[in-house]
């Protein structure tokens, strides 16, 4: 492996695993869940960490308008009209087709769709989600090479899973 895809692996992973030590960090209660705070507390904290940790390490990459944000939950660019480097949509839903939809037909390094769940049965709806989000990406005939990463994420009151999807 050459010195630069290893730098894009290491970035790549550096996303990723900053995403997932921040779920892992976040307490989220089941009272958020019944006060329908969940989705904001979440995206918030991404809001937060991209920016406390310089993009997660990439050292790159602002927050947008909101008129800029294309709907899409979190949007970062290199600068305010720049390429779109993360796209995050964060969902309780356990099929949200129009957040997929959104993140599929965006230019983006990274897609992020996280799934927030207190339900007892969330991990068996998360592989359900994700058959059906393979499903579609299939498809669409997409790859990595079309379509970049595409990571999905469980997070529930207690616990953190993620599959690579793309």
């Known amino acids: ?58 050292g790159r990459g602002k927050g947008v308008p909101k008129r800029l944000k294309l709907g899409i939950d979190v949007l970062k660019r290199t600068f305010t009209y720049g390429p779109i480097i993360l796209a995050v949509e964060v969902d309780r839903g356990r ?35 994700l058959k059906e989000l393979k499903r579609i990406l299939s498809d669409r005939e997409e790859s990595k090479e079309t379509m970049g990463n595409f990571v999905a994420f469980l997070k529930t009151p207690n616990f953190v899973h993620f599959e690579t999807l793309l």
């Open 95 to 129: 099929r949200p087709y129009e957040s997929w939809a959104k993140l599929m037909d965006v230019r983006s390094k990274y897609r992020i769709w996280i799934h927030v769940s207190n339900r007892v049965e969330a991990k068996t709806d998360f592989e359900e989600s």
């Open 1 to 58: 492996m050459s010195k630069a895809s290893k730098a894009k692996v290491e970035a790549e992973n550096k996303v990723v695993m900053g995403i997932k030590s921040l779920l892992e960090k976040l307490d989220i209660k089941d009272e958020d869940f019944r006060k329908g705070r969940v989705h904001s507390i979440v995206v918030n904290a991404i809001e937060d960490e991209w920016e406390r940790t310089n993009g997660f390490g990439e």
